[in-house]
C-alpha cells in the first residue's frame, strides 16, 4: 500500500468547497480565462495561475528594480523581489488563517508588482505625463501578464492585481484581492523602515514612542502585530478589515515615513534624477521606435504604448546601463 495520496484537481475543489470560509473565492467557480483551457489533471485553476507567475520573466527581472533606495549598494536592502515575497508571505498567513483561498491570494501577491517601472514609485511619476491620467504599476502589471507576457490568466487573478493598489477604484472583486492590499501596506512600512535604519536616515530613537507602543521596538514582530490585526478585525467586522487603533496607528507611521524618509530632500533629489532618466530614454525611443526590441512591437499598441512598454519593463541596471550608452558616448566622463 503506497505512504502517498493522489489528490486531483476535482480533490483539490472540493475541498475548497467543503473548507473554505463562506465568502472564499473557490477555483471551480472562477469567472474563467480569455482563453479556453482543459483543466489541469493535480493543479487548480489558480495554482495554475501561481506556477505561470513564478515562471514569468517579468517575475524574474523583479530582482534588479529596487523599492526605496535606487541602485543601494549592499545585499539586504529591499527590492521588488524580495518585497514580493514579503507580501506573498504575509498574504497567505492571513488567507489560511481566514479561511480564504490561498492559493489565488498567492497568485495576486506574487503578480502585483510585475509592471513596476525601474526606480520604484518615481517610475509612475516619470511616465505619467505621456498617458492619459496617472500611469499606474497595476495596470501594468495587468498588461503584462495579459498582453506582453500572456499567461492566460484567471479573471480573479488579474482582478486583483489590477485593485492592489488602495488608489484604485473599484476595489478587488474578492476577499483575496482585499488581503493583498493589506499584505502589501504591512510589507513596505515594516521593511522600508528597516532599510531606512540600516542605511542611516532614521535612527531608532526618531520611530514616534506611539508606534513603539503599539508595534513594540522595531522588529518582526511588527508585522506579527499587523497580520494579527487584520485577523482579528475581520472575524469581528464580518469583512475584510484591521483593527481600528492598529489601522489608525499604522497610518500615522505611514505619515512618518512619506515625511521622514519617501519625501526627505536627498530622496527628492534622487527622484528628480530617475524621472529625467526615465523621461530621456522614452523621449529616445520616441524619436528611434526602429531601435525598439522586436519583442515589445505590437501592432494593436501605438508606438507610444511600445516605447511606454518597453522603457517599463527596464530593470534599473539596465535603465542606467542604457542611458549611459545613449547619453554618455563611450569616453565620456
Known amino acids: 500500500m503506497s505512504e502517498f495520496r493522489y489528490r486531483t484537481r476535482e480533490d483539490r475543489e472540493q475541498f475548497e468547497r467543503d473548507h473554505l470560509a463562506p465568502c472564499a473565492t473557490r477555483a471551480a467557480d472562477s469567472r474563467g480565462r480569455r482563453l479556453g483551457e482543459e483543466g489541469d489533471p493535480v493543479r487548480t485553476a489558480f495554482e495554475r495561475d501561481r506556477d505561470r507567475i513564478y515562471h514569468s520573466?517579468?517575475?524574474r527581472r523583479l530582482k534588479h528594480k529596487t523599492q526605496v533606495f535606487l541602485n543601494p549598494e549592499g545585499d539586504h536592502f529591499v527590492t521588488r523581489l524580495t518585497h514580493t515575497l514579503q507580501v506573498t508571505q504575509i498574504g497567505r498567513s492571513l488567507a489560511v488563517a481566514l479561511g480564504l483561498n490561498e492559493p489565488l491570494t498567492e497568485a495576486i501577491c506574487l503578480g502585483h508588482e510585475v509592471g513596476h517601472p525601474p526606480f520604484?514609485?518615481?517610475?509612475?511619476?516619470?511616465?505619467?505625463?505621456?498617458?492619459?491620467?496617472?500611469?499606474?504599476?497595476?495596470?501594468?502589471?495587468?498588461?503584462?501578464?495579459?498582453?506582453?507576457?500572456?499567461?492566460?490568466?484567471s479573471w480573479e487573478v488579474l482582478d486583483g492585481i489590477r485593485a492592489h493598489t488602495w488608489k484604485v477604484d473599484p476595489g478587488p472583486a474578492t476577499p483575496e484581492g482585499g488581503i493583498c492590499r493589506f499584505?502589501?501596506?504591512?510589507?513596505?512600512?515594516?521593511?522600508?523602515?528597516?532599510?531606512?535604519?540600516?542605511?542611516?536616515?532614521?535612527?531608532?530613537?526618531d520611530i514616534p514612542q506611539a508606534a513603539i507602543a503599539m508595534f513594540g521596538e522595531p522588529s518582526g514582530a511588527w508585522v506579527s502585530r499587523m497580520v494579527r490585526a487584520v485577523i482579528e478585525g475581520s472575524l469581528a467586522a464580518g469583512?475584510?478589515?484591521?483593527?481600528?487603533?492598529?489601522?489608525?496607528?499604522?497610518?500615522?507611521?505611514?505619515?512618518?515615513?512619506?515625511?521622514?524618509?519617501y519625501l526627505r530632500p536627498e530622496s527628492e533629489q534622487q527622484a528628480q534624477k530617475a524621472v529625467k532618466l526615465i523621461r530621456d530614454l522614452v523621449d529616445h525611443f520616441l524619436e528611434h521606435p526602429e531601435e525598439l526590441p522586436a519583442s515589445y512591437r505590437h501592432r494593436e499598441s501605438s508606438e507610444r504604448l511600445q516605447v511606454i512598454d518597453f522603457v517599463a519593463g527596464m530593470s534599473d541596471r539596465y535603465a542606467l546601463r542604457v542611458h549611459d550608452e545613449l547619453f554618455r558616448p563611450s569616453g565620456q566622463v
Not at 516619470?126 to 490568466?153: I, K, M, T
Not at 512600512?189 to 542605511?199: C, G, I
Not at 469583512?239 to 512618518?256: K, N, S, T
Open 57 to 59: 520573466k517579468a517575475f
Open 239 to 261: 469583512e475584510l478589515a484591521m483593527e481600528p487603533g492598529v489601522l489608525d496607528q499604522m497610518h500615522q507611521f505611514r505619515a512618518f515615513m512619506f515625511e521622514r524618509v
Open 120 to 153: 520604484g514609485h518615481t517610475g509612475e511619476v516619470a511616465l505619467s505625463p505621456y498617458v492619459e491620467g496617472e500611469w499606474l504599476h497595476s495596470e501594468q502589471s495587468v498588461r503584462v501578464l495579459d498582453v506582453l507576457e500572456p499567461l492566460n490568466l
Open 183 to 205: 499584505a502589501d501596506r504591512i510589507a513596505y512600512l515594516v521593511h522600508d523602515m528597516f532599510d531606512a535604519l540600516r542605511a542611516g536616515i532614521l535612527e531608532p530613537s
